[in-house]
């Protein structure tokens, strides 16, 4: 399928666009505003999703001395913490990817960082069921 | 004072956003709780304040300067949507989008740092 070379936008080469922005970027044209906000909203909420776990390792390691043997405290925070990175630049990723497919009137990507996220709150959910149940 | 209110224009400027699905609003929100997020997370960190004083303080900090730059910016960013959805043409806002993924990031360096030390 043959993509039509995209028209320049009304206003000619769109010189509000940061050098970043056009580099990330590339071609297209500017998708509707509702869209981009759509989409920047998306990202914060996958970004909560991770500030989240970030927040749940910090909390384990800080709050539950009492509860878990220390390997497994630390392990599960590291986890936690580890996912939670992966998640906030993965979300970044996705951000743009979407933005890219708007700019392009692509189909929009599947979100790898869903199975992810559920994979790991899995792994996280089993070490402490172990915990609990074998103590 | 008689208007109907469901039809008598709201106060201030008048039709600032001409958006029914109040997106600038929704966004600039979102925004919002996310530094309060990002904030309650790396104050969870304080509970190390006894014995690393000073590396926790400079993470919480760290996050503390990353929400004062997201809320001090809020009002443009509002304005900014509004302007871009009145005009049909809106370019994303990539570095608000990457500096806030690295902080996140950068936050759960800090966080594995602490955890292993």
Do not use: N
């Given at each position: 399928m043959s993509v039509p070379s995209t028209p320049p936008p009304p206003s000619g080469?769109?010189?509000?666009?940061s050098r970043f922005a056009e580099k990330l970027l590339p071609g297209g044209t500017e998708p509707d505003p509702r869209f981009t906000l759509a989409n920047e909203r998306t990202f914060l909420a996958w970004i909560r999703t991770s500030l989240a776990l970030l927040a749940g390792g910090i909390a384990v390691e800080a709050f539950t001395t009492d509860v878990f043997p220390e390997p497994i405290r630390r392990g599960l925070a590291v986890l936690l913490l580890l996912l939670g990175m992966l998640l906030s630049a993965g979300s970044a990723v996705r951000w743009l990817r979407v933005e890219a497919s708007l700019r392009s009137n692509r189909p929009l990507p599947l979100p790898l960082i869903g199975p992810l996220l559920a994979a790991g709150c899995a792994v996280a959910a089993a070490v402490v069921i172990a915990v609990v149940v074998l103590a | 004072m008689d208007e109907n209110p469901a039809t008598a224009p709201l106060p201030?400027?008048?039709?600032?956003?001409?958006d029914p699905g109040l997106q600038p609003e929704r966004t600039a929100l979102a925004w919002g709780r996310t530094v309060l997020t990002l904030v309650a997370a790396s104050a969870?960190?304080?509970?190390w304040l006894p014995d690393q004083g000073p590396f926790v303080l400079a993470m919480f900090g760290l996050t503390v300067a990353a929400g004062t730059g997201i809320y001090a910016t809020q009002r443009r960013r509002y304005r900014r949507s509004v302007e871009g959805i009145r005009a049909g043409h809106l370019t994303p806002d990539t570095a608000a989008v990457f500096w806030t993924a690295g902080a996140c990031v950068v936050l759960g360096a800090l966080g594995v740092w602490l955890v292993l030390n």
């Open positions: 080469p769109d010189s509000r666009r | 201030g400027d008048g039709p600032l956003d001409g969870m960190s304080l509970r």
